[in-house]
């Protein structure tokens, strides 16, 4: 008998729900951040309790969000380096609180999840959110060398999985087997994100005409997005849609420099910046195109809440999105160098309204049909029974 039905035909075999810490450095608004509450909402809450650790704290976090989707928050205070220093304080934490699993994302909170779980006989899940190529090198060397000490590690992507594959052939093992990789795509709450059809107002309070085409993407502005290309490229549409408005919903390190390379081409009146957003649903639903620039990615919710709002999406085919959009059905795809071709892509949707409605039905149909959190989740509570049944009770 599996853990599954074990707990499912006789729950009293367990004392209490299956108690999962979720470990992360930080608590902003990134994908792998937002992806903890988002599943919570969606697991079977009568089997799991849901804690969530963290170190660094910001001010545009999503602590509330947490706390609303029934998780537990607690901060132990830590930059980088300093999580050296705490490996005895979380491995007391999780002895206190007799967790039964370690799910831990990114770099940071993994190294830190095998150093304590290296002592401690509870499993650990590791969550792969980028390809390694693109962490800096004390990040990347401090994940590859403790990589082995873990359980189950989760790609987002095929992509991810093949980077994790790639950077850690010389040592594939982990304590007592070889350990287990599973792909498992990011999901979307496709009974959440519906495209509201009736936004006028969000339009009007941005200065949005009715009838104007809008793109728009949501984003944590840092390098990788390419934000400034993003700018160009919407400077490129203009030139042949005049009548065209471009909306960024997000915050980072490159809003000024954004904003000075927007006011500089004059066209000013035609972008709105409107900041980190708890509700990102009312500026999805007024796009036309979600337009996405990005060097590299693991697999964007932001993109899959687009699409599930009937977005269609010109992007470059970076990490997952190539796994995610079929060129010519959802959306147009361009090589990562080759950005400039969204331009002419985006136009061809302003342009072409049976086009873009057609493409729009079959980005909704895509989520629900391949990447829905319902299978996410599915997915991920078949890995922490499947982790779990190499625990005796």
């Not at 009838?211 to 203009?238: C, H, M, N, S, T």
């Not at 009937?310 to 010519?328: D, K, L, M, Y």
């Not at 909704?364 to 299978?375: A, C, L, N, P, T």
Request: with cysteine.
């Amino acid at each position: 008998m599996t853990i599954e039905n074990l707990f499912l035909e006789n729950p009293e075999e367990l004392n209490t729900k299956i108690k999962v810490l979720h470990l992360i450095k930080s608590l902003g608004r990134g994908g792998a951040e937002k992806l903890i509450p988002e599943t919570a909402l969606v697991h079977d809450q009568d089997k799991f309790n849901f804690h969530c650790l963290y170190f660094y704290h910001q001010e545009n976090n999503i602590v509330d969000e947490l706390e609303a989707a029934g998780i537990t928050v607690h901060l132990i205070p830590s930059g980088n380096l300093g999580l050296f220093f705490q490996v005895k304080r979380v491995r007391d934490f999780i002895q206190e609180h007799q967790f039964d699993i370690i799910h831990a994302h990114l770099p940071w909170a993994g190294i830190m999840a095998r150093s304590v779980g290296n002592t401690l006989n509870i499993p650990i899940v590791y969550t792969e959110h980028n390809t390694w190529e693109r962490y800096n090198k004390l990040s990347y060397w401090g994940n590859r060398i403790s990589f082995k000490r873990q359980d189950v590690v989760i790609a987002v992507s095929n992509e991810v999985a093949l980077s994790m594959r790639l950077n850690s052939i010389w040592d594939p093992y982990q304590r007592g087997g070889r350990m287990k990789l599973k792909v498992i795509q990011n999901g979307v709450n496709t009974d959440a994100f519906k495209r509201r059809e009736t936004e006028d107002r969000r339009r009007r309070q941005l200065g949005i005409p009715k009838e104007a085409p809008v793109l728009g993407i949501v984003a944590v502005f840092r390098d990788q997005k390419r934000l400034w290309l993003w700018v160009e490229v919407a400077l490129r549409i203009l030139k042949t849609c005049p009548e065209a408005h471009f909306l960024l919903v997000g915050d980072g390190e490159w809003r000024g420099r954004i904003e000075s390379q927007i006011k500089k081409s004059g066209k000013g009146d035609h972008f709105h910046l409107v900041g980190v957003q708890k509700n990102v649903i009312p500026y999805l639903s007024i796009m036309d195109v979600y337009l996405s620039s990005s060097e590299f990615e693991g697999l964007p919710i932001a993109m899959l809440e687009a699409m599930s709002c009937e977005v269609p999406v010109v992007a470059t085919r970076a990490g997952g999105i190539g796994e995610v959009i079929q060129h010519g059905v959802q959306g147009y795809l361009t090589e990562i160098e080759d950005w400039e071709k969204m331009a002419e892509y985006s136009e061809e949707l302003i342009k072409n309204a049976n086009l873009h409605n057609l493409m729009a039905i079959e980005a909704r149909k895509r989520v629900e049909e391949g990447f829905s959190m319902y299978r996410m989740v599915r997915e991920l509570e078949d890995v922490y029974f499947e982790v779990l049944g190499q625990k005796s009770f």
